[in-house]
């Protein structure tokens, strides 16, 4: 497991990278900056065209809340500082309508340095009223995608995709937001909308970050739609494990190579 140090070098360096006027490759760093820039470099390079990842929050025992719905926060506050740090690199954060709902996100960046990302929200049936605090304009854009015909207020961009039994595709999804100017996108939860994102192989990335407390039950972190009936055919990405301080992630890339023990669940559905 490598520890990481944010430094201020490091992060006026990310945020360099991601303004596209510099590089993680060159300059003097200490082993930990250098594993920080290895975990945030991806999100904030813009030179490899379009990026999804995803960021799950869970105990040790796998949950993302409690038996009542109690969500904030599982992650303790250098998981969070995380987020936020993620939250910064990308142009846009992708959540679904549950999550909106429940939590009443606002999706901003505020322990760290950064622009606040797109706030978009997957709402197929238009269950989001338009006074949702996630729809407010605070200068970031807002997006919902949904299904229907439903008007949202002056300066929500609405991004209209029919469903397929109730689902719009992902590929769908992330095309219609790469158009819309938004390259690099987060999916933040909850778990239902990051395992059709995962299932349809279109992530890069996934972080889990672990913090070190055990709720008992409520919630699971992914269950995904089709899960692997054996362990031969589970998803078993490439993973760099990095201490944040208060909680452990686990930053597992998604390569074919990674998902290809899925080829035969896919193919099946
Ligand atoms: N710990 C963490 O990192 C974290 C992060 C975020 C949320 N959470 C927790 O997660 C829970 C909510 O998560 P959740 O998994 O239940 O729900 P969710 O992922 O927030 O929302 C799922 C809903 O979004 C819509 N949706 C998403 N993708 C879709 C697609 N491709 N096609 C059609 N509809 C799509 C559907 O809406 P309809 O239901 O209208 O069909 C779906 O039921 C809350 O308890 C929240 O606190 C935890």
């Not at 999916?187 to 913090?211: K, M, N, Q, S």
């Not at 452990?248 to 899925?262: N, Q, S």
Request: charged share 20%.
């Amino acid at each position: 497991m490598q520890g990481i140090n944010v430094t201020a070098k490091v992060w006026e360096r990310l945020l360099a990278v991601k303004a596209g006027r510099s590089c993680t490759c060159c300059g003097d760093w200490s082993a930990d900056e250098r594993s920080a820039l290895a975990l945030y470099g991806p999100l904030a390079r813009r030179d490899l065209g379009p990026l999804s990842v995803a960021q799950i929050g869970q105990s040790l025992d796998g949950r993302i809340a409690t038996v009542t719905g109690d969500a904030r926060d599982v992650s303790g506050p250098d998981g969070l500082a995380h987020l936020h740090r993620m939250r910064a690199l990308v142009d846009g954060v992708v959540i679904g309508v549950r999550t909106a709902l429940h939590d009443t996100p606002r999706l901003t960046v505020r322990m760290c340095d950064g622009a606040d990302p797109a706030r978009i929200v997957i709402d197929p049936r238009g269950r989001l009223p338009n006074d949702a605090p996630v729809l407010q304009d605070n200068g970031a854009r807002r997006i919902v995608v949904q299904a229907v015909g439903m008007a949202r207020p002056k300066g929500v961009e609405v991004i209209r995709i029919d469903a397929t039994d109730g689902s719009l595709p992902p590929a769908r999804i992330i095309e219609a937001l790469n158009a819309a100017g938004l390259r690099t996108l987060m999916i933040e939860g909850g778990g239902i909308t990051i395992a059709r994102f995962l299932e349809a192989g279109l992530l890069a990335h996934l972080h889990v970050a672990i913090a070190p407390l055990l709720i008992g039950g409520g919630p699971q972190g992914l269950t995904l739609p089709s899960p692997s009936e054996t362990l031969a055919h589970a998803i078993r990405p490439d993973c760099c494990v990095y201490s944040l301080g208060s909680d452990v992630v686990f930053d597992c890339a998604l390569t074919a190579r990674a998902l290809e023990a899925r080829a035969p669940v896919h193919g099946a559905a």
